[in-house]
């Protein structure tokens, strides 16, 4: 099977993608277990730490990955969505795997699943097609440590079948309320369900009322913020954040985060806890400094050029979009010209998201949709933006052309058109009022795997 074979047989399978509302069966993991049996018990075997939580997974689990590698070991991931090519989602110290590799995993898992075919009542799905494979790899490939996030929810997810040293839950958010709600004790209740009698549970920012749900799950021990570990300073810093995080087991102080957005220190204090009870011990500091110093996450709060500001930043949810709006905010003070680009896919509300983004304090607001079969058209995000009362709305479907839609020099001009708005202006020049770059603030909730400018999905496959 060559890679294309390998796509083409992924593609063939059932995805959550393409049916946000709906599930092909009734929740399990038999699927799961038969696969990664039949593949040699390949859930068994390595240490691993496990993430869930509504947001901040993704973040969270690089962090994990740059300091557990710091410390000379071999990482082998699973993360999800990925932004541009599948083989994102399975890593090798942080590096996707190329695509004969790719390839010859995928082979191992489609050499087993028609055996099995008889004993289930509907086919494995894509996302557990993708995560037998990951796990497949791993147990091939001499590697020390998994670090593997759940795609959603917890228990009832394809890589639940792991059982992890480490079971990490970042926070809890309503987002895919139909599928795991409908109350945030229930979404809790779901994403604990990684954490087993043998893990070490470290909790990030949840309330009271999450803490005592998710407590009900019997682990080894549990570590949650604010309690056993805290943030003691977050500041502003020239291409990130300057951060001190206090454990049980140590101080970090002063440590230079290279991430945009307040928000990334309590990813990076989960993350330190986390490697901190994998490892049963303190971490070198110089080697936390080197790892939070050095981190990237692309698609979260990410800077794809300065002139113009450029931001790409994959909120997928409410609480996503309140954070994104705080970060430009605070991150990335202006007294230019601020231009959302929106686009969002079902079965996201556009007029939340954008309240969300702050869009009503926005230049203009240029609605797009992604190349997506979910996809909400430009027309009903133009409605939402005008609805919220934005002044200056931009319909442009395509999300290329739509970041070329952006006032950018004195001689820039809206020309109104019915209820949209569009504008003609030449690119690189200065604005106007303050003869400063203009800040593009790109956020959406796209399942698209490559598209404009490489901007994140929100594409959970099952």
Not at 65 to 91: F, K, T, W
Not at 184 to 211: C, M, N, Q
Not at 219 to 226: I, Q, V
Request: charged share 20%.
């Amino acid at each position: 099977m060559n890679y294309a074979e390998a796509l083409e047989y992924l593609e063939a399978h059932y995805s959550l993608e393409l049916s946000p509302s709906t599930r092909a069966t009734e929740p399990n993991i038999s699927r799961m277990v038969d696969l990664t049996q039949a593949l040699g018990d390949v859930d068994r075997g390595i240490p691993t730490i496990h993430i869930a939580g509504t947001n901040g997974k993704g973040s969270t689990s690089r962090i994990i990955i740059e300091l557990v590698a710091a410390h000379g070991l071999h990482v082998g991931s699973y993360n999800s969505p990925h932004l541009q090519r599948v083989n994102e989602r399975i890593s090798s110290n942080g590096v996707p795997i190329d695509d004969e590799t790719f390839a010859a995993a995928v082979s191992d898992v489609a050499a087993i699943e028609p055996l099995l075919a008889d004993k289930w009542d509907r086919p494995a799905t894509y996302f557990e097609v993708i995560a037998a494979t990951a796990l497949s790899w791993m147990a091939t490939s001499a590697v020390d440590v998994r670090v593997i996030e759940v795609g959603m929810g917890g228990r009832w997810d394809a890589t639940n079948v792991v059982d992890a040293e480490v079971a990490v839950v970042t926070n809890i958010g309503l987002d895919h309320v139909y599928m795991l709600g409908p109350e945030l004790t229930d979404i809790a209740r779901e994403k604990a369900g990684i954490i087993t009698p043998v893990s070490t549970a470290v909790i990030g920012d949840v309330d009271d009322e999450i803490f005592a749900v998710i407590s009900e799950m019997p682990a080894a021990s549990t570590l949650r913020m604010n309690s056993e570990y805290e943030i003691v300073a977050n500041q502003l810093a020239v291409g990130g954040r300057s951060i001190s995080v206090h454990t049980a087991r140590a101080q970090y102080d002063d440590v230079f985060l290279s991430l945009n957005g307040a928000h990334q220190a309590i990813n990076a204090a989960v993350a330190i806890v986390a490697v901190e009870e994998f490892f049963d011990r303190a971490l070198n500091v110089d080697l936390v400094t080197e790892a939070l110093g050095s981190v990237s996450v692309p698609g979260r709060f990410e800077v794809l050029g300065r002139q113009p500001l450029t931001i790409v930043d994959g909120a997928h949810n409410i609480d996503g979009a309140v954070v994104a709006a705080a970060t430009i905010a605070d991150d990335f003070r202006t007294d230019g010209k601020r231009v959302l680009v929106a686009g969002f896919n079902s079965p996201r509300d556009p007029a939340e998201m954008l309240a969300a983004l702050g869009a009503v304090d926005a230049t203009a607001v240029v609605a797009t949709q992604p190349d997506w079969p979910l996809r909400i058209p430009a027309d009903q995000v133009v409605e939402a933006a005008t609805s919220l009362g934005v002044e200056h709305v931009v319909w442009e479907p395509n999300v290329a052309r739509a970041v070329g839609r952006c006032p950018r020099n004195r001689r820039s001009r809206w020309r109104c058109v019915g209820r949209r708005v569009s504008l003609r202006c030449r690119r690189g020049q200065r604005t106007p009022e303050t003869n400063r770059k203009p800040i593009i603030e790109l956020s959406r909730t796209s399942n698209s795997r490559e598209i404009g400018l490489a901007l994140l999905s929100d594409n959970v496959s099952r």
